[in-house]
């Protein structure tokens, strides 16, 4: 049995060191992970739609600073396609993400959440947009988004301000998390492991943050650096600290869908498999155009960006198969999510 009650339980936890140990919590994690979905693995269809942001977050390639950067935008029929490519792939969620881009607009994002929902009825459309105020986020969700995704990447105060400019706070941050809760959204909240600055104490606060919200799912995955940002000197985060910290994710929320990121993957030729080992249930292949891939440059040396998403479908479900894993295509709502009773409470035109 596995106690993580006290925090001293907890950061017992982020700090093992030993294998015998570290394996017991890998598999406690997993067999949580089992109870509630078995050994499903959800793919969600991810695409990169603007690589713009006004922000300067000073970990990200796409920071508003960085000019060494090309930048692109998708048109909407662009986005359209991507989703359409994505369908007759079997994927069954898609999931809209750029920087802080202004020139989408929120008419320009509910048009395109609403022609997608159009097209796809049954899908599930999740954003990750950024902070936007209550009345976007319920304009996105009454035009038909039903997930949004938004990491608040350290929930410790001080770590916040040095990862951040002056204009971003934590607070501000974290209160966009329950506002999209309270919306109706199944909300995925999550961190870096291994960034600059970043202390146990500090993992331990992650974790309870998200024992506070609950979200529905947690993004978890290594800091890496990137060559053109201020960060770009300070070590990657690690494969073996950020598997504890998936585990821990795991237990601390048991039902969360927690993907297996493509960071993950880039640190270590089979991270993202040994991420589904220690208690993961996500992947998210590109369904971004293959030419715009390499320019979605969070950080260095990504993976998967020279495949078409077919290839990427391929590959990856192979992949998880052989590690033991069953991949579903399916809209892969949170288990304990009940699609009567959040779908329409503020979105009378939702579907
Ligand atoms: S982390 Fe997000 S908000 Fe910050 S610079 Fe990168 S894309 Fe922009």
């Known amino acids: 049995m596995i106690r993580l009650r006290e925090d001293n339980d907890i950061l017992h936890f982020i700090q093992i060191e030993d294998a015998v140990e570290k394996d017991r919590l890998f598999q406690h994690a997993r067999e949580t992970c ?10 969600r269809g991810l695409i990169e739609f603007s690589s713009y942001c006004a922000r300067n977050c000073s970990y990200c390639g796409l920071r508003a600073s960085n000019r060494a950067l090309a930048r692109y935008r998708l048109t909407d029929e662009e986005i359209l396609d991507c989703c359409a490519q994505g369908s007759a792939l079997g994927y069954q969620t898609f999931v809209l993400q750029s920087g802080e881009d202004p020139h989408y607009t929120d008419e320009r994002i509910v048009s395109i ?15 990750s947009l950024g902070e936007k105020s209550r009345e976007s986020y319920e304009a996105f969700f009454r035009a038909g988004a039903n997930r949004y995704l938004l990491r608040h990447e350290t929930a410790n105060e001080e ?3 040095r990862l951040h400019p002056a204009s971003m706070s934590l607070a501000a941050r974290k209160q966009c998390l329950f506002t999209l809760k309270e919306i109706g959204y199944q909300v995925g909240a999550g961190f870096m492991v291994g960034s600059p600055f970043q202390t146990p104490e500090a993992l331990l606060e992650d974790l309870r943050f998200l024992q506070e919200l609950q979200p529905h799912m947690i ?5 890496i650096p990137q060559s053109d940002t201020p960060l770009k000197a300070y070590p990657a985060g690690t494969l073996d600290m950020t598997l ?5 994710c795991r237990l601390i929320a048991p039902a969360a869908l927690i993907p297996a990121t493509t ?3 880039t640190i270590s030729p089979f991270g993202r498999e040994k991420g589904l080992a220690a208690g993961a249930n996500v992947v998210m292949p590109n369904l971004s155009p293959k030419g715009v891939r390499k320019q979605y440059a969070l950080y260095d040396n990504k993976i998967c ?7 990427c479908r391929r590959c990856l479900e192979n992949r998880l198969r052989v590690a033991g894993f069953t991949p579903d295509f399916s809209r892969g709502d949170h288990a304990e999510w009940n699609q009567e009773s959040h779908s329409c409470k503020t979105a009378p035109i939702c579907l």
Not at 219 to 223: A, D, E, H, I, L
Not at 244 to 248: I, T
Not at 305 to 311: I, L, R, S, Y
């Open 34 to 43: 089992r109870q509630y979905y078995g050994d499903k693995i959800y793919f």
């Open 244 to 248: 504890k910290m998936v585990a821990l």
């Open 159 to 161: 770590h916040y301000r």
């Open 113 to 127: 959440v609403s022609r997608i929902r159009r097209a796809f009825p049954q899908h599930a459309i999740t954003l």
């Open 263 to 265: 960071a993950l993957g």
């Open 305 to 311: 960006t020279g495949d078409e998403a077919a290839e």
């Open 219 to 223: 993004g978890v995955g290594p800091f």
